[in-house]
């Protein structure tokens, strides 16, 4: 069965500062890896996805992640926070099969100093 | 282009009693996936619609159901209440539903049960 962990519950950085939010992931084959974002009271926004090729994928709001498979890894980076990006993320797996099915991670929260 | 409507935003309701929860897709989008988001289990997988056939099921009980119409819209129904289903539900449209696919998320339905 696929698993999501992301080992950071909280985290809080200052505005300016670089940001690495971690996801360990467990999947039998060759995973599609996404990363969401969730502000307060809203849906998810997908942020970016790897499916395969390169490895250091880039979305959006100058976000990217890196997938490591000898780690099984897909830590999702910014070089420079900004304020709005406080919100909640979450790194899910998706099966490449039929149906769909995401298993998320139990999310970090991000906090931003000002 | 529009994307995911949910309603109603928010609904009260009482232990016993049932819910019907709507999701209109992105237009072209036909498949329909569901989702529960509470503080103690995170984001789950309930189910998968395409094509109005369910392909996909999570691990929820017989009281969570759901289906799809002919224009990919999707309804989810939970009968007899309990007060642990107070959650977000999030619904989820992506073309084709398959491995990969990029799924675009909703506002959710913010379900309070007393």
């Known amino acids: 069965a696929q698993s999501v962990t992301q080992p950071d519950i909280h985290i809080t950085v200052s505005e300016g500062a670089s940001l690495e939010l971690r996801c360990n992931y467990s999947?039998?084959?060759?995973?599609?890896l996404f990363w969401y974002v969730q502000s307060p009271g809203q849906g998810l926004q997908l942020l970016l996805k790897?499916?395969?090729?390169?490895?250091l994928v880039q979305g959006i709001k100058g976000f990217e992640a890196e997938f490591k498979r000898s780690q099984s890894s897909f830590n999702l980076r910014k070089p420079s926070v900004h304020w709005s990006d406080a919100a909640e993320y979450f790194c899910?797996?998706?099966?490449?099969?039929?149906?769909?099915?995401?298993?998320f991670g139990g999310g970090t929260r991000l906090m931003v100093k000002p | 282009k529009a994307g995911v409507t949910q309603t109603p935003r928010y609904l009260i309701k009482t232990r016993g009693q049932q819910v019907t929860l709507s999701c209109s897709p992105i237009?072209?989008?036909?498949?329909v996936s569901w989702y529960q988001q509470t503080p103690g289990q995170g984001l789950q997988f309930l189910f998968e619609y395409f094509s109005e056939t369910q392909r996909n099921k999570g691990n929820f009980p017989g009281r969570f159901s759901g289906r799809q119409f002919s224009n990919s819209r999707s309804e989810m129904n939970v009968s007899t209440l309990e007060l642990g289903d107070s959650a977000l539900y999030l619904c989820?449209?992506?073309?084709w539903g398959i491995g990969g696919d990029e799924q675009y998320f909703g506002p959710g339905t913010r379900l309070t049960v007393t």
């Open positions: 899910a797996v998706g099966a490449n099969n039929a149906g769909n099915m995401l298993t």
């Open positions: 237009s072209g989008h036909r498949s």
């Open positions: 999947y039998g084959a060759t995973p599609y």
């Open positions: 989820a449209s992506s073309l």
């Open positions: 790897y499916f395969s090729g390169d490895t």
